[in-house]
């Protein structure tokens, strides 16, 4: 992959982070998702994230 390549894609996950930080915070001020709920979806994904290549190791 070219440097500029890579680049793209870090860029793009710290959008889909981004993104996912704001449905969060939606999510919770409209009172659709519960604390609990939330950290229990983090532990899972947590775990998931484990499971996969860290991109710097690729």
Do not use: H, P, Y
């Not at 070219?2 to 982070?17: C, N, Y």
């Amino acid at each position: 992959m070219t440097d500029k390549k890579i680049k793209e894609i870090k860029e793009d996950v710290e959008t889909l982070e981004n993104m996912f930080s704001a449905l969060v915070d939606v999510l919770e001020k409209k009172k659709i998702i519960s604390d609990k709920e939330l950290d229990e979806q983090i532990k899972k994904r947590i775990e998931k994230d484990k499971k996969l290549k860290k991109f710097e190791d690729i």
